[in-house]
């Protein structure tokens, strides 16, 4: 189970009556968090800081426990900052600044000074806030009273980010070939991505995959299939096409527990003894929380998991999608979002089938694939690239619909969607910041998951939605002159 380590600050002023009352206080405190956090992250309460030598001690404990995801701190007193400054320096991990109280209301009657010397997180959590703007460590703030449905949201939310974060630091992606040949927006600076989210990105042949798939057993090979058609219709008679899919999915399962992979990218230029580009076997592993990207785009990879992982324990679905084609009929525009053939399955609405099409790219035999209609609802649509000096995120808030009519001629799975706050202002808003045409789209999380990652990891973050103006154009592409 992750943790999150609780850090309250106080001093050695008030005196030993009112550290212990601190002590309590915090106790019921973590508590009552520890119940409402339950499945997601256990609360360990740390002493409480006094001195800059106990802040350096708890946080140093908190970046040793890998099971630790994060630091949850707060003033119960006036807690001086200078205190916190090394300790601060050792940890490297998502902090949340929680700003609170023990109390909810005023005792007006009762209040005295020595109450007000104990409850000052009003006083104390500002000085705590200044040093952390000083040192210019990326953390979130949460106000409020703790026990308040949305500050317990808030911290919830903060466990789930802070476990995606966790992850980001932990990810190995596979690129099985390189970047698709002339493609801009899916290459960038690898060794940047691993200094800032820690992911790793290592280079194999897909030869690899190949010679693993030429491997497998008709057993496993039998076993996946079964896999298959438990999830799956069978809606092909080319059923060694399929059982070629289910190869590779025993050879990407086997490369992926051998070499503690978290996601992969494969390219239909860099086909290499395969018969195939893998389809079922990406749609297939997506669903399982691998993440994917396809031309090499490893950013999308990375990304596509760390939102999966994001949003593990909410309802709704995760996953890579391309921008493909739009149906612009004025004041009604749809934007039609698929792949060739790597559709997460996890976006189905209807029990995908399994079709076996020729592919007009990659000159390779005709690939088995999941074809559906996708899923509907709010949703954002999210993606990660890289500006040469900086990374930028860019959120937008879509609306998935129904697609307007069958497409019985496509034999891809796909989803369809509304642009917010319309058309013209959504889709030149996602122009205009450079977003990718590879993106997350996701029904699970919203622009304030979006945000909080993006705050936690100091990246560049573009949000466009129902509040985004013309106006607002303007600042997402401000050209150096
Ligand atoms: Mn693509």
């Not at 596979?174 to 800032?196: H, P, Q, S, Y």
């Not at 194999?204 to 190949?210: F, T």
């Not at 808030?397 to 369809?416: F, H, N, S, T, Y």
């Amino acid at each position: 189970m992750s943790k999150l380590y609780f850090i309250p600050g106080s001093q050695d002023l008030y005196g030993e009556e009112c550290l212990k009352k601190v002590a309590s206080d915090c106790m019921e405190m973590v508590d009552f968090l520890q119940e409402k956090l339950k499945g997601i992250a256990d609360i360990v309460l740390m002493p409480t800081v006094e001195t800059s030598q106990i802040c350096v001690e708890d946080m140093r404990k908190a970046q040793a426990d890998d099971d630790c995801v994060g630091v949850i701190t707060w003033m119960h007193t006036f807690s001086p900052a200078k205190m916190w400054i090394k300790g601060l320096q050792e940890l490297r991990k998502p902090l949340l600044h929680l700003h609170t109280q023990a109390n909810e209301k005023l005792p007006y009657d009762e209040i005295d000074m020595d109450f007000m010397n104990l409850n000052q997180a009003a006083h104390g959590d500002r000085e705590y806030g200044y040093i952390l703007a000083r040192l210019n460590i990326p953390h979130e703030v949460v106000a409020g009273y703790y026990r308040h449905d949305r500050v317990v949201k808030k911290i919830c939310q903060f466990a789930r980010v802070a476990k995606a974060v966790a992850l980001s630091h932990n990810t190995l992606v596979a690129t099985f070939g390189n970047n698709m040949r002339d493609v801009a927006v899916t290459d960038g600076n690898r060794l940047e991505a691993e200094i800032k989210y820690g992911w790793e990105i290592k280079y194999w042949g897909i030869g690899e995959i190949a010679k693993l798939a030429g491997e497998a057993s008709d057993a496993e090979v039998d076993a996946k299939m079964a896999e298959y058609e438990s999830k799956y219709t069978m809606a092909t008679d080319n059923i060694e096409a399929v059982r070629e899919q289910a190869r590779y999915e025993v050879a990407f399962d086997k490369f992926i527990e051998k070499n503690k992979v978290t996601a992969f990218t494969d390219t239909f230029q860099d086909l290499y003894g395969m018969k195939q580009l893998p389809g079922i076997a990406a749609q297939n592993l997506m669903a399982k929380g691998i993440g994917f990207g396809p031309e090499g785009d490893y950013k999308i990879a990375a990304f596509s998991s760390v939102c999966m992982k994001m949003a593990e324990g909410l309802d709704g679905a995760t996953g890579f999608i391309e921008d493909y084609t739009y149906d612009l009929t004025e004041g009604e525009e749809l934007e039609l979002a698929s792949h060739m053939l790597e559709v997460p399955a996890s976006f189905a609405q209807n029990k995908p089938e399994i079709q076996v099409h020729p592919l007009g790219i990659g000159g390779k035999e005709d690939p088995a694939r999941l074809v559906f209609d996708g899923i509907t609802g709010d949703g954002i649509q999210v993606t990660l690239i890289d500006m040469g000096d900086h990374f930028r995120i860019i959120c937008a808030d879509i609306e998935l619909v129904k697609q307007p009519k069958p497409m019985p001629k496509l034999p891809v799975a796909r989803i369809m969607y509304r642009h917010k706050p319309d058309f013209e202002i959504g889709t030149a808003g996602w122009c205009y910041a450079g977003g990718a045409h590879h993106a997350v789209v996701s029904t699970a999380l919203d622009r304030s998951d979006i945000a909080m990652f993006a705050r936690l990891t100091g990246t560049e973050l573009i949000c466009i939605g129902d509040d985004t103006t013309e106006a607002d154009l303007q600042k997402f592409f401000m050209p150096k002159y």
